[in-house]
T-cell receptor, first 114, second 113 residues
Framework: DSGVTQTPKHLITATGQRVTLRCSPR?????VYWYQQSLDQGLQFLIQ???????AKGNILERFSAQQFPDLHSELNLSSLELGDSALYFC?????????????FGQGTRLTVV | DAKTTQPNSMESNEEEPVHLPCNHS???????IHWYRQLPSQGPEYVIH???SNVNNRMASLAIAEDRKSSTLILHRATLRDAAVYYC??????????????FGPGTSLSVIP
């Protein structure tokens, strides 16, 4: 158990809908990362937050947004969903987000868009 | 961004050592080399990291070339549980002092009983 909790574990929704994925980082970790993993794209970095502020942005679509709350949990919002958004979404956390720290990953949320 | 190159797949016999190579010829002086692995249907998990010197921990050893342009993850005795995708990544220290973890395709390791 990495200490990172993601909910829900599975989500099935229709095209055009909006969903929210939730991540609770390890106790004490200030930095949260979101990744998307699809069969043909591998692990793609989406966005990173540190203590409530956006720190780095990757290949995140405009239809997607995220935030980190004062209690440090984070939510990834996906809207106007398309079939291609079906993927595993992972959240990871680390203490400070520094380059010599290890990141701890959750078990992921499997999103299926039908 | 500095990139890494790994073989797509490797095979090993159970209880034998495994050497997983990674090339990172454009590594910068302040890039840390990290290894993660992802078991089937699970999230990635940290294995080991280093900067210049070889590193050992309970899971594996990391051998870093003197010029730092390549590294090797060593599993001393492969078990069936070590069958996973292994990612070699560089922690990129951006100009804004921000950081992120970028994963390449990785090496899919199969362990043969």
């Amino acid at each position: 158990d990495s200490g990172v909790t993601q909910t829900p574990k599975h989500l099935i929704t229709a095209t055009g809908q909006r969903v929210t994925l939730r991540c609770s980082p390890r106790s004490g970790d200030l930095s949260v990362y979101w990744y998307q993993q699809s069969l043909d794209q591998g692990l793609q970095f989406l966005i990173q937050y540190y203590n409530g502020e956006e720190r780095a942005k990757g290949n995140i679509l405009e239809r997607f947004s995220a935030q980190q709350f004062p209690d440090l949990h984070s939510e990834l919002n996906l809207s106007s969903l398309e079939l291609g958004d079906s993927a595993l979404y992972f959240c990871a956390s680390s203490e400070q987000g520094a380059r010599d720290e290890e990141a701890f990953f959750g078990q992921g949320t499997r999103l299926t868009v039908v | 961004d500095a990139k890494t190159t790994q073989p797509n797949s490797m095979e090993s016999n159970e209880e034998e050592p495994v050497h997983l190579p990674c090339n990172h010829s454009t590594i910068s002086g302040t890039d840390y080399i990290h290894w993660y692995r992802q078991l089937p249907s699970q999230g990635p998990e940290y294995v080991i990291h280093g900067l210049t010197s070889n590193v050992n921990n309970r899971m594996a050893s990391l051998a870093i070339a003197e010029d730092r342009k390549s590294s090797t993850l060593i599993l001393h005795r492969a078990t069936l549980r070590d069958a996973a995708v292994y990612y070699c990544i560089l922690r990129d220290f951006m100009k804004t002092s921000y950081d992120k973890v970028i994963f390449g395709p990785g090496t899919s390791l199969s362990v043969i009983p």
